[in-house]
């Protein structure tokens, strides 16, 4: 029995510690896409499904299209710099406009940034287009930000 609660402890310990070293769950917020181009603007939102491993949502407009995208993000901190995390993504990007639909591949790398001791959340990364379909094309000088409520 002794050993029975002994593991139990050591798991709760274990977990907990987990839970807090993610610094949180949930975001939402605003998303801004520029660089070569037009700039795209729109809500956003982003969940951890662990420490590690983060699905994010975006819907934004601008150059007379609507982009839906959705990306795979692997996220994880750097050392002794608190709050601060990278990570490294890829996900599809539909546009919607002109009369047709666009398919794009965005990889992306960035820095993600939780402001202690508030409710937010910035970022920054690097996301280059790659456009697939007839004439495909690779846009390499396109970026984002993120201004995220966290919850």
């Known amino acids: 029995m002794k050993k029975v609660l002994l ?3 050591a798991g709760f310990l274990y977990f907990g510690n987990s839970a807090k070293a993610q610094s ?4 939402a917020g605003l998303s801004i896409d520029f660089g070569d181009g037009s700039t795209l603007v729109g809500p956003a939102i982003k969940h951890f499904f662990d420490r590690n491993n983060a699905g994010q949502a975006e819907l934004t407009f601008g150059g007379d299209q609507t982009f839906l995208g959705a990306f795979y993000q ?29 398919f794009y591949i965005r990889p992306m790398v960035g820095l993600d940034y939780k402001i202690a001791q508030a409710p937010l959340a910035l970022s920054f990364d690097w996301r280059p287009a790659f456009y697939v379909g007839d004439n495909s094309d690779f846009t390499a000088a396109r970026f984002g930000l993120g201004f995220k409520f966290v919850f």
């Open 7 to 9: 593991l139990v402890v």
């Open 24 to 27: 949180y769950q949930n975001a």
């Open 74 to 102: 692997y996220q994880d901190k750097i050392q002794n710099a608190g709050g601060l995390n990278w990570y490294l993504g890829i996900g599809p990007q539909l546009a919607f406009g002109h009369g047709n639909t666009d």
